[in-house]
């Protein structure tokens, strides 16, 4: 069959396939499809993550698990004028600077290789590559087909993108959105649920993308990260198992960090899981009975000691000025009172709500948004604890789309041991360990929230 009668068969097929296929399915279809039509070793779709920075296998045909499992691809590192919306043919893939990892294609057999954007809606979310495994020409006929491809992808992903939010079946804003693109198999009902979570907060996730030799030189035994979040350049590895298996995890952990201190992990234990669960009213720990509270963390006089002392510092901060200090109910009122009335300057107050993980939305809304227009005005963020900081990277985002002159940050409580997302604090009351703390709003099912003081929660021993 001449290459123009298979381009046409390919590319029908393609079109076939986007009319009656999820794009998951659709995917791996079309890199099929475009790398036997072309006769080229293989093809890959590479998927841009949140940010535009990095770039994912999503969809592969012909390469090998090593090579998809090098690592994510730099945007700017890797053929940057196919994320600018220019094809790009690379004739000699060992040399040619605009290579990432010029080593793992000489191994892989890759000689040449041609990479076009993929588009949704003039915006370019990825890219689709075709490799060879001898020096070759791309012909501009052969661009042309690939584009098309390409298109033909584009389109199906920004369709069932739209459709899928329509429904709210997704959260809006996740880039990859990985339960569209490609399907997910997890090891463990605990990934699945901690995926469910990042879902929830719209925090893009990939699920063991890249896996890393724990030997020098690259060879050996391979470490393979459950989670990767994009946006924080962060890499997550959970675990369920017991004391003894989590000192080997723990051990590995330690052993990639020597070999890649450019990466950045976070092991999350059985406890670390159980409490972050807690937090939303889920697992183990939330279903738990309390006997009420155990020792003292913060008396109540070091507590107004301390609020006066904020205060003093917003009071300065904002001098000539007069904020809006925003409150997220229910557990911030107590601290917030107190704080607004040991300010020496005007100030205006307003609460706003959201909705809770675990509730019918697939991803949090605002139940309850700010009566006060925020346009141009100093905005001071009043929490009554930070821990994850997936809640206040949420809400600084909803905030700064209403464009105020600045937001700051007021934390009583900041339980920077549990951080996942790296937010920045502009006051802070106290920093508290690894406890579940209630008392001055903070609640344990809605216990606790009236106690002048911050105490430590006694479980049951049942």
């Not at 588009?119 to 689709?128: F, N, P």
């Not at 009071?315 to 917030?336: A, D, K």
């Not at 141009?376 to 600084?396: A, K, N, S």
């Amino acid at each position: 069959m001449a290459q123009a009668d298979r381009f046409v068969e390919a590319l029908g097929e393609i079109a076939r396939g986007a009319n009656s296929l999820p794009f998951r399915l659709l995917a791996p279809m079309a890199v099929k499809a475009a790398a036997v039509a072309l006769g080229v070793r293989g093809c890959s779709l590479l998927l841009l993550t949140a940010g535009h920075k990095r770039l994912v296998h999503t969809a592969s045909y012909g390469l090998s698990d090593r090579f998809r499992a090098k690592g994510l691809v730099d945007a700017k590192r890797s053929l940057q004028e196919v994320t600018e919306g220019q094809p790009v043919a690379i004739l000699d893939a060992s040399t040619d600077p605009r290579m990432q990892f010029p080593e793992l294609a000489e191994q892989e057999g890759i000689a040449s290789l041609l990479g076009v954007p993929v588009k949704v809606g003039g915006e370019t979310v990825g890219s689709l590559r075709a490799y060879s495994r001898v020096p070759r020409i791309f012909h501009d006929r052969e661009v042309d087909f690939l584009s098309t491809a390409a298109d033909i992808l584009g389109t199906a992903l920004g369709r069932e993108r739209w459709q899928r939010q329509r429904q709210g079946k997704s959260p809006r804003g996740t880039g990859l959105s990985p339960s569209l693109v490609r399907p997910v198999t997890f090891a463990h009902p605990s990934e699945e649920e901690f995926a469910r979570l990042l879902d929830f907060y719209e925090i893009e996730w990939l699920y063991e993308p890249r896996s890393f030799p724990l030997e020098p030189g690259g060879r050996g035994e391979m470490f393979t990260p459950d989670f990767y979040l994009p946006a924080l350049d962060l890499y997550l590895e959970l675990t369920t198992q017991a004391q003894s298996l989590l000192r080997e995890k723990k051990h590995k952990v330690r052993l990639l960090k020597a070999l890649y201190p450019e990466v950045k992990i976070k092991l999350l234990s059985r406890r670390d899981y159980d409490r972050l669960l807690a937090k939303y009213g889920h697992g183990p720990l939330a279903r738990a009975k309390a006997e009420g509270v155990g020792p003292v963390f913060l008396g109540r006089e070091r507590i107004a000691r301390r609020v006066r002392e904020l205060a003093k510092e917003l009071s300065q901060r904002y001098q000539g000025e007069t904020p809006v200090l925003v409150g997220v109910l229910r557990g911030v009122f107590c601290f917030m009172a107190d704080l607004m009335r040991h300010l020496s300057i005007p100030a205006e107050m307003d609460f706003m709500s959201i909705s809770y993980y675990g509730e019918k939305s697939p991803a949090v809304k605002i139940t309850k948004d700010l009566d006060l227009d925020i346009s141009g005005r100093h905005v001071v963020l009043v929490e009554d604890i930070v821990d994850t900081g997936m809640t206040l990277r949420f809400i600084i985002a909803h905030l700064n789309r209403r464009h105020p002159k600045g937001i700051a940050v007021c934390a009583l409580l900041d339980k920077r041991v549990r951080r996942l997302v790296d937010v920045s604090l502009d006051f802070v009351g106290f920093e508290v360990p690894d406890e579940f703390l209630v008392g001055y709003g903070l609640d344990y099912r809605e216990k606790f929230r009236n106690l002048p003081y911050v105490a430590v929660l006694k479980p049951s021993e049942d």
